[in-house]
């Protein structure tokens, strides 16, 4: 139980904050340049994507190994999270079938994040958006599956259901602007635009773990005694 605790609520926390440290690390060695303007001095929130910290060049090395590595942190604590949240499924019952399906979307969209941070786009650009793409529709389908199996098993407070599905909805929403959305290179605006969706996604993405952590927190206390 002590495990589970740790993998659901405190590993979350704390290397989300790992994630965070690791980001802002990565702008203060950032090359420089944008997609429309590879000039540029620094790191732009409003017209650099995340990835643009991970570009593989000699000016930008230490920015693509604090990236990748916090991607990697990123992505293993996702493994390791949707592995331990799948053994509160433990029954044959729909929810639980859900449940355990969900989390399987989860570690695979986790292992797509870690594909990221190693896929530099000014080398690989193909595999990594293919990477990027398929880590969000894994998270769209984990989020949905979840959603609907807490809403059946009355062990789970409503509330944190919503918080999945709220979730979902964010992520549809992104995906559409991946699929439909105005390409980068269009124009200054259409840069923005993207960037600033993706900004959002990562904040919204953040707010959910930790959102959710409060959840298997009040979970394992009242169920895993």
């Given at each position: 139980?002590?495990?589970?605790?740790?993998?659901?609520?405190?590993?979350?926390?704390?290397?989300?904050?790992?994630?965070?440290?690791?980001?802002?690390?990565?702008?203060?060695?950032?090359?420089?340049?944008?997609?429309?303007?590879?000039?540029?001095?620094?790191?732009?929130?409003?017209?650099?994507?995340?990835?643009?910290?991970?570009?593989?060049?000699?000016?930008?090395?230490?920015?693509?190994?604090?990236?990748?590595?916090?991607?990697?942190?990123?992505?293993?604590?996702?493994?390791?999270?949707?592995?331990?949240?799948?053994?509160?499924?433990?029954?044959?019952?729909?929810?639980?079938?859900?449940?355990?399906?969900?989390?399987?979307?989860?570690?695979?969209?986790?292992?797509?994040?870690?594909?990221?941070?190693?896929?530099?786009?000014?080398?690989?650009?193909?595999?990594?958006?293919?990477?990027?793409?398929?880590?969000?529709?894994?998270?769209?389908?984990?989020?949905?599956?979840?959603?609907?199996?807490?809403?059946?098993?009355?062990?789970?407070?409503?509330?944190?259901?919503?918080?999945?599905?709220?979730?979902?909805?964010?992520?549809?929403?992104?995906?559409?602007?991946?699929?439909?959305?105005?390409p980068p290179k269009e124009s200054d605006f259409s840069l923005v635009f993207n960037v600033v969706s993706q900004k959002i996604i990562v904040l919204v993405f953040i707010l959910s773990v930790l959102?959710?952590?409060?959840?298997?927190?009040?979970?394992?206390?009242?169920?895993?005694?």
């Amino acid at each position: 139980m002590k495990f589970i605790k740790l993998a659901l609520v405190t590993i979350p926390r704390y290397n989300i904050g790992i994630f965070i440290l690791l980001f802002f690390s990565s702008i203060l060695f950032y090359g420089g340049g944008t997609l429309n303007d590879p000039s540029s001095k620094g790191y732009s929130f409003t017209r650099n994507f995340f990835s643009d910290l991970g570009i593989l060049s000699d000016q930008n090395l230490t920015s693509f190994i604090l990236f990748a590595f916090g991607l990697l942190v990123c992505g293993v604590t996702f493994v390791i999270y949707f592995y331990y949240f799948m053994k509160l499924f433990n029954k044959s019952m729909i929810s639980d079938k859900l449940g355990k399906t969900g989390s399987l979307f989860g570690i695979a969209g986790a292992i797509f994040f870690i594909v990221v941070g190693f896929t530099p786009h000014n080398y690989v650009l193909d595999s990594h958006v293919i990477a990027v793409k398929w880590a969000f529709r894994c998270f769209l389908a984990t989020s949905i599956l979840l959603s609907f199996a807490m809403f059946k098993d009355k062990r789970f407070e409503n509330k944190y259901a919503y918080g999945y599905l709220s979730f979902a909805v964010m992520i549809f929403f992104y995906i559409l602007i991946l699929e439909f959305g105005p390409p980068p290179k269009e124009s200054d605006f259409s840069l923005v635009f993207n960037v600033v969706s993706q900004k959002i996604i990562v904040l919204v993405f953040i707010l959910s773990v930790l959102y959710q952590s409060l959840g298997n927190a009040s979970f394992i206390s009242n169920h895993l005694k």
